[in-house]
């Protein structure tokens, strides 16, 4: 992929089903010329970033809007046609444009360049495909608060705090007979700030993690609770067959909702019972799986046969948050323990929702960032690393090993922007995007 | 006596070296100097070693170069310096007496097997495509006479178009005493080498029956600093050790100073070379550091039988009575007799970014160049560099694999990859800021680090060599003592009592080591105590290092981890000849340098200043 750089590339932007309107984009030093011989209205007095229409050589007609170099999204020359969304009319483009010497850019391409040429950093072009990829709102929101520079301005900050420490370091060691020694207290102010900074970031993890994986909740209870009836009222349909005969689910099921602005994965287990045949034991035996794999257990029991000792014994072994559901509360006049649901009316799906919400992190998208697997692991190593340096100044351990901890320090911090990473590394950060960007 | 292997043209720190290393491989060797009695001549302060410049010298010695041993033979005064800094920074800094220092080295010179001096000038250097020899004008004689030769080290220091400044007086000389070269910079310049100017300066003397010394501040040598060279177990000093003596520039001082700026050679315009930034001048930290009030100057006595005195920390090239002015509102020097003044020399300085990183020319092969003519200052980077240039002059001459020392193996491969990689903006003075692994670059393990190195290419003899490896053998017998050690909570009252904590778990004695509060001392007795079957080396060296292996284990540890994640990139060799310009998708800027630099391996091209990392990234791939 590399070594092509100089190419000029085209790729669908909008994805590849016919749509409405669809963007074909096309990269490089040729990205003008053969918009010239693809186009048919070529203005005679073109300028950038205006918008033309005109025919194509196929037929089509649509929209061509070009950008220069440096202001463009690659930082090439960079043109842009609104055509049908046909994958007829796109196809014949792209094979057109490929006779005049374009190629078809591979996954990340666009974005790659972008990165090269330095238009972007990599935490930048990292969360341009976290946008994308983003299932919820609150996703999106913290994805693009890193695609806007957060964790780039925060680490050039850091970084900028760094070096000034160790040349400070760096003075004491070769000039101290002009500088005297290193304030030790002042650096480890610096140090201790820098580090609640790093906790600020850091505080994205878990949210970023739920994000990415989901939240699995696990329905769990005796037969019959009722279980696949709140599986499809928080569903509003009926996914999973519902009957009254104890025992009907006999594999788990699997579907998604959003709570709180968290993907979350429902899964509705068979009823915990002695098993009456092979199909079932199996069931139950993925039942018991979940609840060891579930980040949350909606434990349901039937509120008309009371909670019992079963119940209990089954619920107080749930290590993970759990919420206790009192199923078919309208059988009942008493108040039962946990939270009422009738399904039949969704009375207390609301109550459901909102306690769930309570065992979730809080997303603040304002503020909070997208961290994905890559930059959480780098920034742990660097907290790692300040709490390691800011020990060594405090123990008045000497100051050149300091260094050895802050120097590399700033090694990852240029990791995590791209600045300097392995070769192997960028590439595989981009194969993994998809398809025009 | 009119052809040699190879001839080393001055016999300055950087000559020496290398026409000693040269000689020792076995092949034919003439070292070209003025005047035969300078060799070795010490024209600024009579100190070797201090922060990085003392890791230099130890790395030269552990190369088998002759400084350190010099140094423990003619040592004055010798003093510990970055101690309570880390392992890193320590070494030490020693004063030579300034006459005693350059007649051990024209003895060693002048027994040295293989090698011939000649007392005379080189004009020129002859070549057809490689270096074919030089043309001499001896001592006494106007007649030139050629000599063949198929390397040339130029190790010329400050003598090119050398012109020394006091206030506006200027004369056309090298230094103190010393005629200036003309014909080599020509010589230079039409085989294509860019040629700038560099200035330095040295302080002025003053007589030590001058100096009022119950007002300045002495400090006593520390002879457990220990000698220089590996070679030696103790140093070899003629009288007992002298003090060095501090005191400081005050307000008037540098009244003084200001108020006749105009007057220095630097700022009246006279000189328009770049001076050392690490090196000041007086004048110039008066400008530069006008909020101080204060600096600290050192008197070093230059000999043991001469009343001279260095007085360190002010450099100048102010006018004679500015100087005497100055020097006399100091504390403790009321009354001195300045004996030499102060001045500051010019010279040509080649730019090192058109050198190998073996220090041959990439212009004409065979031209080998080392020293203060590549833009450094200090006797030790000087010396450093002649002996790579020496080695490699062997090396080109047999056709054999050239010495390039990496950066996380010595400071000589940082200091020459900065050279040329990077080239000088001023005269580069090596600081162990300058490294970037210098936890493993310390001054006690040189010898661990480059003795074996030193062996295979012929520079290290016989004895050096089974020094060291006796020394190896015991470090490695004690390191795999103590790692096999072990102790557990039966033997915890033992350590306890010798002001240990407890000991909870088996635990080796290595580990109980890096304990802050136990030291190898204190273990020995332990373990004699508790008849642990565990020999104690008695060599203090061997000591030291074990103690430093278990005390920074865990920071070496991550210093390793460092260098082997950049040791693929650094081993990557770029294909000679590749031509830039023809690699698809590789900057304009890039294409220039790695051109200009033509670096020889992916982690010195990563290096070039203004190389962008995706440049990198794409070199790479093609390679």
New interface residues.
Partial sequence: M?????DTIIAPVTGVQPSAVAILRISGSQAIDISKKVFSHWPSEFKYRYAYYGTFKNSDDGLLIAFENNKSFTGEECVEWQIHGSLASIQSLIDLSCREGARFAKPGEFTMRA????KIDLTRAEAIKDSIDAKTESHFRLASNVRNGKIYLECLDIKKSILKILAQV?A???????VGDLNTLEVSEVLTLLLKKLDLLLNSKSSSKLLRKGVRIALVGKPNAGKSSILNMCLGRARAIVTDIPGTTRDTIEESIEIAGFPCILVDTAGLRTARDIVEQIGIDKSKDELENADIVWYVYDASLGWSTEDQEVYGNITCPKIKIANKSDLIRLIPEGIKISTFTSQGHQDLMLATKKLVPGIDIENQIYLNERQTDLLEKIHNLMINSLHTIQNN?????LS??L??VI?YISEIL????N?DV?QEIFSEFCLGK | MNAFDIVVIGAGHAGIEAALSAAKSGLSVACVTLRLDRIGHLPCNCSIGG??KGHIAREVDALGGMMAIATDHTLTHIRKV?T??????QTSRAHVCKSLYPKFMQDVMSKQKGLTLIEGMVQEIIYDKVVSGVKIRQSGSQELTNIKCRAVVMTTGTFLNGVCHIGKEKKDAARDGDQAVYSLTDFLKNIGVRIRRFKTGTTPRISKHSVDFSKVLAMESEPDAGPMSYLNDRTFEKHPLLPCWQTHTNLTTHEILSNRLKESAMYSGQIDSVGPR?CPSIEDKVVKFADKHS??IFLEQEEWDHESMYVQGFSTSMPLDVQREAIKSIKGLENAEILKPGYAVEYDMIDPMQLSLSLMSKLLPGLFLAGQVNGTSGYEEAAGQGLIAGINAVQYVRNEETLILRRDQAFLGVMIDDLVTKGVEDPYRM???RA?Y??ILRHDNSDQRLTPIGRKFGTVCDDRWMKFSNKKNEIEKSFLGLKSTFTGPQHSYAVEAAGGGKIINKTSIFDLLKRPELDLDTLEKVSKELNLSLVFSKDKSVRQQLTIMAV?DG?LQ??QD?VDRILSMEQRRIPEGIVYAEL??LSFESVEKFTNIMPETLGQA?RIPGV???DV??L???I
Wanted: charged share 30%; aromatic share 14%.
């Fill in positions: 590399l070594k092509d750089f100089k990165y090269f040429n330095g760096e004491s060691t070769d000039f101290s007979e002009e351990y000497s100051s050149d090993l050895v901890d120097y590399t090694r791209g600045e300097s990473a070769p960028i | 922060p990085a970055g309570g800094k880390g392992p890193a920074v690490y600096h600290p600081l162990t800021a970037e210098r936890l920074y920071y991550r210093q460092e698809k998708g990563s962008r990392p995706s990234v794409l790479s791939r093609y």
